[in-house]
């Protein structure tokens, strides 16, 4: 099964919060005209980075914006996913006014690929950990 699991309008978005066990991704805005204030954390480290986004950022969120399915995930092999040690993921997005938000649980899985499941359904999406170690990268070499 491929398609859309959710979506949402870049240009809408108000706030943007990735947080995995190690690592937390934040970006805010007042206005649908601003660039994002972003802040990322990882655990142990004492140090927030802060940024405005830049176009590399903004380009980097149409990733998360739109979880596209690459596969649907049989009830086996969700099973077996989360037999194993599983690290989820949390994706959280609002829109502007009136103020919509969009939460989703993610699981990584060892080949790399992040997957959601729904009432005992599982998808995997397009969405890979490659793009959230990129989104881990946001805020270097920036004051």
Do not use: W
């Not at 108000?14 to 601003?34: G, K, W």
């Not at 480290?45 to 986004?53: A, E, I, N, P, T």
């Not at 170690?133 to 004051?143: I, K, V």
């Amino acid at each position: 099964m491929r398609g859309e699991f959710s979506a949402i309008l870049p240009e809408i978005v108000m706030t943007f919060d990735y947080e995995t066990p190690d690592l937390r991704v934040s970006a805010h805005r007042f206005d649908q005209r601003e660039t994002f204030v972003v802040s990322v954390q990882r655990r142990g480290q004492d140090d927030v980075r802060y940024c405005r986004s830049d176009s590399a950022f903004q380009q980097l969120l149409l990733n998360f914006e739109s979880l596209k399915i690459r596969r649907s995930v049989t009830e086996q092999e969700l099973a077996t996913i989360k037999s194993g040690r599983v690290a989820y993921h949390r994706l959280r997005l609002v829109s502007a006014p009136p103020m919509e938000a969009d939460e989703q649980v993610l699981i990584a899985q060892p080949n790399g690929r992040l997957l959601v499941e729904v009432e005992d359904a599982g998808y995997e999406l397009t969405l890979t950990k490659q793009v959230v170690d990129q989104l881990a990268r946001a805020c270097r070499g920036q004051p």
